[in-house]
């Protein structure tokens, strides 16, 4: 190969390197943005439906508007520990929790612990894990987390709805 090519070649990728970590970084920080919002919107929300709402379920085989509070406090910890590299906290299962101020409480320490994931390092982020049995990387599972969120703050719009409380979402502002 022609030494000017070789050298071009090398150049090439001595300043993709740089270009590549700020992808990476850009991509973390827009997971810690949409998780951000979501975050905003679940913890709106437990706080905005009145407590004899939270025993609410649209059908018999569903988890109650409380359950569903505590599920996403549950899986914070579950999602979050791999990423920071510890253990989960030993806590009680937060779906049998039926006090909303409680179920509240929990969701919110729920996400000040996933809130120090996101905040995590690229070392962290590019971290190889075991997640569910399967590699991941830390920043992969915090995308799974961000999706799970969103997920049941779907359900809880629609709990919401059948009540004719609007959710936070459609209340602009947010």
């Not at 070649?9 to 973390?28: N, R, T």
């Not at 018999?60 to 253990?87: D, K, M």
């Amino acid at each position: 190969m022609n030494s000017r090519i070789l050298t071009a070649l090398s150049l090439l990728f001595l300043a993709a390197a740089p270009v590549s970590a700020q992808v990476a970084g850009g991509s973390a920080a827009g997971i810690r943005g949409l998780y951000e919002t979501v975050r905003g919107y679940i913890v709106a929300s437990a706080e905005q439906v009145p407590e004899e709402t939270y025993s609410f379920r649209p059908t018999p085989e569903v988890r109650s508007f409380g359950q569903l509070v505590g599920h996403v406090a549950n899986a914070g910890y579950l999602f979050c520990a791999p990423v920071l590299g510890e253990q989960a906290p030993q806590r009680g299962n937060a779906e049998e929790i039926t006090s909303k101020s409680e179920l509240v409480a929990a969701l919110k320490a729920s996400f000040a612990y996933c809130d120090r994931a996101y905040a995590a390092g690229a070392d962290r982020m590019d971290a190889s894990l075991q997640f569910f049995g399967q590699p991941h990387t830390g920043l992969s599972v915090l995308a799974f987390n961000m999706g799970h969120d969103n997920e049941h703050y779907g359900n809880m719009v629609t709990y919401m709805r059948l009540n004719g409380i609007v959710p936070p979402s459609s209340q602009g502002g947010m």
